[in-house]
């Protein structure tokens, strides 16, 4: 029997649903010829851009309007040109674990405003690299910046307002303060999607525009108001039309929306709901977008439980995308902020400040083994036995470099994935074996099983499902 991979992660609440784990794979959906409905495909993995880039936590990329990328990496702002290297452009006045906290950038064309939740904002010229803090009477700090219709626009930390400068200005005023009053919680993020700003709170969502008012450009879009607000702020990013955010309501947490035509639209399954509720902090939670070929992807990181999770916006389906240690442990993605630069999706290391290529093209994170992994959908028959003769992997295979002959390891589960047997190994052809299938025989008896292929190695590889001979028994 044909044996076809057509969801994501998942792994429910309860095994007896589904015990499916999607692991630095993502898939793509194949034309209605195609044997299979999609093929899976190991994500990009990381190049260092330059092994010379300054250490300290990676707190954030942007690409300012003209081109130019810039990192934040510890207390320090860095340009970065197009061979990779860096200069620093000025440092901001934060100590201890303020040096971890994501900040936040925009421009308006001339000047860069850099701002980290602190009372103090800071800003860089895009010409001279000219470094200051800012000192407007009217800057009372914040965690958010973005840019509309010539206004740069920032959140007040801890309240319900935002404010803007003049336009075409770095000069405030200010009367150019509003507060989001739909409902009475704080404003925790901002963003300017398709020329409007989307005032993300605790626990509900307003939506301005501007109306070119006097005494303050923007006000709320009439009859626009969204019920679900952000649990954790850093996890805000928009892409295109859509706006994405890990909320909460007034009535739980925990869900991930997507923003579009002034709706929220749940994305999270049940399944990635409970994974969440088991983590002992969603708050600290940071958003990522990357787009490479025909997909995008928003990818939502937790540092506090370790664990990374990627959405497809093509597909609709989340995989989790994680690294693995030297001792084989896995951890979360080793990226905490992207940005697109130079015609490269680049990504910042969160622990050292390290640039990365998201490279198809390369098979390992940095010199580290990465390990795909891909649970399968429940086998059963009636509620009988079954004995499996016969397991075949369809996979691309001999890829690998000369002298290589990478491997793939299937291992069971006879009690519904609650426990697995010990691994058995096959091979995935040295170079030029593309007609190779890897194949298991032999695999005993189960009333209900649950198959799950690992594998690593340097090669070009991808997974469409399996074959299956199996023949259901007596009882």
């Known amino acids: 029997m044909l044996l076809p991979l057509t969801d994501g992660f998942y792994t429910a609440r309860s095994i007896v649903a589904s015990a499916q784990r999607c692991v630095n794979l993502y898939g793509e959906k194949n034309p209605k010829s195609s044997p299979f409905p999609f093929t899976w495909y ?4 990381l190049t260092a851009l330059n092994a010379g880039s300054p250490f300290g936590a990676g707190r ?3 690409t300012a309007s003209n081109g130019t990328l810039y990192a934040m990496v510890g207390a320090g702002l860095y340009r970065v040109d197009s061979n990779w290297n860096f200069t620093g452009v000025g440092t901001v006045n934060v100590t201890g674990s303020a040096l971890t906290t994501p900040v936040s950038m925009s421009d308006n064309a001339t000047t860069l405003v850099l701002v980290d939740g602190t009372t103090v904002g800071y800003t860089a010229d895009l010409s001279t690299n000219a470094f200051a803090t800012i000192t407007d009477p009217a800057w009372v700090g914040a965690d958010f910046t973005d840019y509309i219709d010539t206004f740069l626009i920032f959140n007040q930390p801890s309240s319900v307002f935002f404010y803007s400068t003049l336009s075409n200005s770095l000069t405030f005023d200010p009367l150019y303060f509003a507060g989001k009053a739909g409902w009475p919680d704080n ?18 969502t307003e939506v301005w525009g501007d109306v070119g008012a006097a005494q303050f450009p923007f006000a709320p879009l009439g009859g626009v108001f969204i019920q679900r607000g952000c649990v954790a702020k850093y996890s805000c990013r928009n892409y295109d039309l859509f706006t994405f955010w890990l909320g909460q309501d007034k009535a739980g947490q925990g869900l991930v929306f997507m923003g579009r035509a002034y709706n929220a639209y749940e994305i999270s399954t049940p399944a990635l709901t409970n994974e969440f509720s088991k983590y002992s902090t ?3 939670a940071v958003g990522m977008i990357y787009q490479q070929g025909a997909h995008a992807f928003y990818v939502l990181t937790f540092p506090s439980a370790d ?16 690294s693995i240690d030297s001792n084989g442990f896995e951890h979360r993605h080793r990226a905490g902020a992207m940005a697109f630069a130079y015609g490269v999706n680049v990504a910042q290391d969160w622990q050292n400040g390290r640039l990365y290529n998201m490279d198809l093209n390369n098979f390992t994170d940095n010199g580290q083994s990465i390990v795909y992994r891909r649970g399968f959908p429940h086998m059963v028959h009636l509620g009988k036995r079954v004995a499996y003769e016969k397991f075949v992997a369809d996979m691309q295979t001999g890829t690998a470099a000369a002298g290589v002959t990478p491997s793939v390891s299937l291992r069971w589960s006879n009690d519904r994935g609650l426990t697995f047997g010990n691994p058995v190994m096959q091979t995935l052809g040295q170079t030029g074996e593309s007609l190779l299938q890897p194949a298991w025989r032999r695999l005993g008896i189960g009333r209900d099983r649950v198959f799950e292929l690992f594998w690593s190695g340097q090669a070009f590889t ?8 199996a023949t259901p028994l007596v009882s």
């Open 307 to 322: 664990k990374t999770w990627a959405y497809d916006l093509s597909t609709g389906l989340w995989s989790e995308w994680l």
């Open 187 to 204: 404003l925790v993020n901002l963003q300017v999607v398709h020329r409007e700003i989307w005032l993300h709170g605790q626990k509900t």
């Open 462 to 469: 991808a997974l469409n499902g399996a074959f299956v001979d």
């Open 42 to 45: 190991t994500r990009p993995r």
């Open 60 to 62: 954030g990329l942007y």
């Open 282 to 284: 969603i708050s600290d």
